[in-house]
């Protein structure tokens, strides 16, 4: 199994530009989440999807979109990167929405 | 809003050394705790929870917290701790009617020295 995995793992962008984060897990969960990791502000959560079908906005979600497309795949859109938006992204998984999550290695994202 | 808040944001220990990381968090009612750990250059990995019953559940590598309601606490323990444990820990709970929404602490950073 190789978990929760994100593509690309480092991204750099200029102001205006727009760009798909990839995520996927092959663990069968039904609940899937995407987080930033900013310093001094541990993870805050931007979208997350309880189960194949919905999604629903979390702390932070302006200037994102999200895409369940299926049970494994969950994509983070940012349709005009701002410079605020340079972070670390994390994706999530967990079996159902009330258990612990499991965790993707993270994308880089600098926005320039 | 239901907050999470961890009081030590770098903490520096020599080997052998007793850890113990606060974390309190502000809500009423029915809760989930977690502790996550993100090793250098890693992606978290969960260190323990606790859902009900015994309030001091252990977990992973010798670690072990406790939960106290009346103080809304969920404290991370480790008696002896390893240079092998430096990294940087996560506190999150969940709130009993937020469905998967995680809420985590700022984190805070351990460095032990050999």
């Known amino acids: 199994n190789a978990g929760v995995t994100q593509t690309p793992k480092f991204q750099v962008l200029k102001t205006g530009q727009s760009m798909t984060l990839q995520c996927a897990q092959d663990m069968n969960h039904n609940s899937m989440y995407w987080y930033r990791q900013d310093p001094g502000m541990g993870l805050r959560l931007i979208y997350y999807?309880?189960?194949?079908?919905?999604?629903d906005k979390g702390e932070v979600p302006n200037g994102y979109n999200v895409s369940r497309l299926n049970k494994r795949e969950f994509s983070l859109r940012l349709e005009s990167a701002a410079p605020s938006q340079t972070s670390v992204y994390f994706c999530?998984?967990?079996?159902?929405?009330?258990?612990?999550?499991?965790f993707g290695p993270g994308t880089r994202l600098t926005v320039t | 809003a239901q907050s999470v808040s961890q009081h030590n944001h770098h903490v520096i220990l020599s080997e052998a050394a007793s850890l113990e990381l606060g974390c309190n968090y502000s809500?009423?009612?029915?809760?989930?705790l977690f502790w996550y750990v993100q090793y250098p250059g890693q992606h978290l990995q969960l260190l323990l929870k606790y859902f009900s019953g015994d309030p001091l559940v252990k977990g992973i590598k010798g670690f072990e917290a406790e939960f106290i309601k009346s103080k809304f606490s969920f404290n991370l323990r480790k008696p002896s701790v390893q240079w092998s444990d430096t990294a940087e820990y996560f506190c999150?709970?969940?709130?009993?009617?937020?469905?998967?929404?995680?809420?985590f602490g700022q984190g805070t950073e351990l460095s032990v020295k050999p």
């Open positions: 999530a998984s967990s079996p159902r929405d009330i258990y612990e999550q499991y």
């Open positions: 809500y009423g009612g029915t809760v989930n």
């Open positions: 999807s309880a189960s194949e079908g919905t999604t």
């Open positions: 999150a709970v969940r709130a009993g009617n937020q469905g998967g929404k995680l809420i």
